[in-house]
């Protein structure tokens, strides 16, 4: 079965610093794994996804996530935070093994709170 | 539409009535989804549609949750005889051609609040 953990219910990081929301999963085949970021009152909006290739792949807003195999993990980074990225973030992984459907399995989401 | 849209945005109701909950999606896409966000919970996978049948109604947490799709379009969540504890957003998504690779475009839910 598919699983995503996100072990940190909140992040707190001051502006200009480095963050790093955490994210493993457990999948049957090749993952194919995706960030999301939910602003208050709002909808979820796709920040990146990987696929394949590249284990680091950048998206938007200047994030950038790093896909590590062997530790099963997919983190969310990005070198200097600004207040506005203040939000809660979610990891979500889909397999790529033929008896899977398509529906992305979302971990409990990780609260980031960037303060001035 | 240039987004996907859900009606009502906010629902009150008493506990034993039923709800429905409707959902827009992207001109084109032919792939719909139903989650549920529930506070400390993250987000509950609930039914996925390809076109009007629904391969994946795992999530469907009990008889009393129903979805239909129509016309490869509209989709409405039918909640009977709603409890307390199925107080929560419900989230629906859509994607094109079953989102293979691509990325789900989510609607900004229907807070169900029992009552």
């Known amino acids: 079965a598919q699983s995503v953990a996100q072990p940190e219910d909140q992040v707190n990081v001051a502006e200009g610093n480095p963050l790093t929301v955490k994210c493993t999963y457990s999948?049957?085949?090749?993952?194919?794994l995706f960030w999301y970021v939910q602003y208050p009152n709002r909808g979820l909006q796709f920040l990146l996804k990987?696929?394949?290739?590249?284990?680091l792949v950048k998206g938007s807003y200047g994030f950038e996530a790093e896909f590590n195999k062997s530790q099963t993990s997919f983190h969310l980074k990005k070198p200097s935070a600004l207040v506005s990225d203040s939000a809660l973030y979610f990891c979500?992984?889909?397999?790529?093994?033929?008896?899977?459907?398509?529906?992305?399995?979302f971990g409990t989401g990780t609260l980031l709170a960037v303060q001035p | 539409g240039a987004g996907v849209s859900q009606s009502p945005s906010n629902k009150v109701t008493e506990k034993g009535k039923d709800v429905e909950l409707r959902c827009d999606p992207i001109?084109?896409?032919?792939?719909l989804y139903w989650y549920r966000q529930s506070l400390g919970q993250g987000l509950e996978f609930l039914i996925y549609?390809?076109?009007?049948?629904?391969?994946?109604k795992s999530g469907l947490p009990s008889d009393r949750f129903s979805a239909e799709r129509t016309g490869g379009s509209v989709s409405t969540l039918t909640i009977q005889r709603t409890q307390q504890e199925d107080s929560a957003v419900y989230l629906c998504?859509?994607?094109?051609?079953?989102?293979?690779?691509?990325?789900?475009?989510f609607g900004e839910g229907s807070r169900l609040t029992v009552l």
């Open positions: 979500a992984v889909r397999s790529n093994y033929g008896g899977a459907t398509n529906k992305l399995i």
């Open positions: 990987y696929i394949t290739g590249d284990n």
């Open positions: 998504a859509s994607s094109f051609q079953g989102m293979n690779t691509g990325e789900l475009f």
């Open positions: 001109s084109g896409h032919t792939a």
């Open positions: 549609f390809q076109g009007n049948s629904a391969p994946d």
């Open positions: 999948v049957s085949g090749n993952p194919y």
